[in-house]
């Protein structure tokens, strides 16, 4: 398992052609893990080799048809290989495994433009928007009503010159997942 844990540091390092090395050798020591696969195809995606990821997506998707993940990989592919009906397909069995797949539905749009079909197009790449604002900026839009209720104590402070003190009201009333050590400035 050491070539798959190297693999995976170095893409997380973004070392595209360290994880590809390690993770291919992962790959070669346990030809059926679908981890090792499944990442070595998302790092040849990232170096835009299409037919390399393609093939260890048929592989990884023989070991587990309907994951989600995998799908959207090899419709990516797909798409990028200009193979558009087969990606409308593999990205709509995306979709049922798991219909928050935002991606797919903009690799859709992509495919059913390519096929011609711009209403199907317009469709997926709205979808795509919406889903793309929802997951984006929910997170701010409750953030801000959060700080709503410190904005006039915390600019009485600021009036009166008085930064690391409105700055700790900010931090003594924010906080979730979405709160990062530079918002306070901000």
């Not at 994880?19 to 050798?25: I, P, R, Y």
């Not at 299409?50 to 090899?74: F, K, N």
């Not at 290989?81 to 797919?104: C, I, N, S």
Request: aromatic fraction near 6%; hydrophobic fraction near 45%.
């Amino acid at each position: 398992g050491i070539d798959y844990d190297l693999g995976a540091a170095r893409y997380k390092l973004m070392d595209l052609a360290g994880a590809e090395k390690s993770l291919a050798q992962a790959v070669q020591a346990t030809p059926n893990d679908f981890n090792a696969l499944d990442l070595l195809a998302t790092v040849e995606i990232h170096l835009a080799k299409w037919d390399e990821a393609s093939g260890l997506l048929r592989r990884a998707l023989a070991i587990r048809p309907d994951d989600a993940t995998a799908l959207l990989g090899q419709g990516h592919c797909q798409v990028e290989r200009k193979e558009y009906a087969a990606a409308v397909e593999t990205l709509h069995r995306a979709l049922h495994a798991d219909p928050t797949e935002l991606q797919a539905h903009f690799f859709l749009s992509r495919a059913y433009l390519a096929l011609g079909q711009t209403a199907e197009a317009q469709h997926e790449a709205v979808l795509h928007q919406l889903m793309m604002q929802r997951f984006t900026f929910m997170p701010l839009a409750a953030k801000q009503l959060d700080e709503n209720a410190i904005v006039p104590e915390a600019r009485s402070l600021l009036e009166q010159h008085q930064e690391d003190a409105a700055l700790e009201v900010y931090r003594r009333h924010v906080s979730g997942s979405y709160v990062t050590p530079g918002d306070a400035w901000v």
